[in-house]
């Protein structure tokens, strides 16, 4: 009979398009992490476990094969500090910078120890370093020794110095670094080079990212210039050593974007100025001594070449990179033209009382209607600013008062999108605002707090996200929000703006962290990266850029088939926004139905009443929101 179907199958095959493709899981996620800089390296029988970018992975030295560890694969937590192999358990350790511990054994099999990482102390648990006797792993902390039986997978003693019984005379774990440091040089375990990631843009298939931030208010923070951009299989990393080559430091990249024009073309600004970048390599850089850039002035005093402050850089579709130039004196905003020509549009608006431009001027965004968005992302003056490039137009926002006359001290604003309905929402310390589209434009406007009912009986309601720290927002297909936050994960909230479809954290997916710096979205494939100082991840989404007209060409499911051992959600893509999407059987009967997010409409497999249905053809038959233009592909079921 199975010879039967699947030859009844394969007579269909010709309405299906993906044979040759493959696809990803909504609701899984990817960890992109870096296994560059080799720390430690831990010979376990045949197996290397190689400590490298504080991530791990482990190579086999009878097949050379090399296996990474991540938190989709096992591990626990990120920020690996410490390892060290016990012949006699035949097990690793791993310590994490939180005090959390992971024991790894050479099948991949992994079992956590959490009780040091939760318990509640006001002293150090940060672990210095490790001893191994026998089964047992001493970790030396601020606080004093906690011993770990490695076979058992338990904590077993918790010293302190005055106790009588203090181990005394331990000897540092010794890892096997140098006689295997050229055996590990050579491998390539894949991922980006570096796992600081601080702003990302997602364009022509690629994703660009900077790797970090100028943060004037903590002292030698700074970060190397660092570049990445990874194609969904290939990572790049831009030219290093452009100090070199310009003859001052090259530290703190924080923004990029990409020429409309040229894929391979690519802006970066930083704490150094302005880089120019094509195929990877840098064929320009811009500061006060050839351009109109200036450095940033200190109480008077300018810095130089060191601190040209370039926190926000857009493209517009013309070709014109427009340039933010912070903290400098006579000079803000400026168009930098495709024939490299310089024109200065200061505007006294992004100045302060001294004179010298705000200091954190950043997250520049072209509408729908042509007005260039950035905010003031500084305690001194946080402001949104909205730019008519046109009419060489400013208008400067800063008293964020909402619907109800309720007015916020806004610390930080962070940042700033346009929704697909043509409002404007504004990342703060204080949550999201949003400014509604026919405001928009005007002199004065209302910071509008979406009010979610609490549907409980009564007629309360709260405002979305208040006292959330609303680091980044991203728009996905569906036009739901996607909200990165300081300290609370990521959140994603429906279309309508009533509902919170997800709250990622650390504790409940396996977001790397808490701490979110950027979100870029792919919106062929509905990947959401987050993007953070700890690393990047991934979620699969089940939203797509919507098509602007459904036909049979571009509309396709996956899998297909939908083979016995699937349990997954199928997916089908290529619908227009809010499409009306069913699924019904070849008899006619209606098994499922709902709309689209975005171009994207998922199916459990399930009929109406929630059972798994039986083997067959499938038609998905959908139609646009007006009920206009349907249009149907085919799925088959084998069970």
Known sequence: MKSDWWQRFLSLLFT?????????????????????????????????FVLASNDLYQYNMNDQSITTYDKINGLSDTHITHIAWSQQAKRLIAVYQNANIDIVETDGDIINIAALYNKSMTEDKTVDSISIEGIYAYLHCGFGIVKVNLQRAEISETYTPNMPDYPQGLTAYQDNYDEYINTVASLNPGGPAYNHFYEAKF??????????????SIPDNQLPGIIQTFDGNNW????????????????????????????????????????EFLNNQLVAYYNKDNSPLKGAN??????????????????????????????AKGVSLLKLSPNHEWTDLHQPLLTDEA?????????????????????????QDPSLFCYDMENDKLIKYNNFTNQDGVKYDITWAYCVAEDRDGNIWVGTNSGPFLIQKQEIGQESVTFNQVKVPRNDGTNYADYLLSGVSISSIAIDGGNRKWFGSNGAGAFLISADNLEQVHNFTTDNSKLITNNISSIAINQKSGEVFFLSD?????????????EEEMTKDNIWAYPNPVTPDYTGL???????????????????????????????FTWDGCDQKGRRVISGIYFVVSATSEGRSGTCCKIAVIR
């Not at 044979?19 to 290397?48: M, P």
């Not at 059987?585 to 209606?590: F, K, P, R, T, Y």
Request: net charge negative; aromatic share 12%; proline share 2%.
């Open 16 to 48: 299906f398009h993906l044979s040759l493709l493959t696809f990803s899981q909504v609701g899984t996620w990817r960890n992109y992490l870096a296994y560059h800089q080799v720390q430690s390296i831990c010979k376990a029988v045949d197996e290397l």
């Open 203 to 216: 364009l022509n298939g690629n994703l660009y990212t900077t790797g970090g931030y100028f943060l004037p």
């Open 236 to 275: 790049t990393l831009y030219e290093e050593g452009i100090s070199e080559k310009t003859g001052y430091k090259y530290e703190d990249n924080c923004c990029i974007d990409v020429d409309p024009t040229n894929a391979d073309h690519v802006f970066v600004g930083g704490k150094c100025g302005l880089y």
């Open 298 to 327: 200190d109480r008077g005093t300018e810095l130089g070449n060191d601190f040209v402050l370039i926190l926000g850089i857009k493209f517009d579709a013309q070709g014109n990179l427009w340039v933010l130039n912070s903290m």
């Open 355 to 379: 004179g010298n431009t705000l200091a954190g001027l950043r997250d520049m965004t072209i509408d729908s209607r042509g007005l260039l968005w950035f905010v003031n992302n500084n305690w």
């Open 534 to 546: 700890d690393g990047l991840c991934s979620y699969m989404s089940n939203a797509i850029e919507p």
């Open 570 to 600: 199928i997916t089908i893509t290529g619908l227009s926004y809010d499409a009306d999407v069913k699924i019904v059987a070849s008899n006619g009967a209606l098994i499922a139905e709902g709309r689209s997010n975005g171009g994207m």
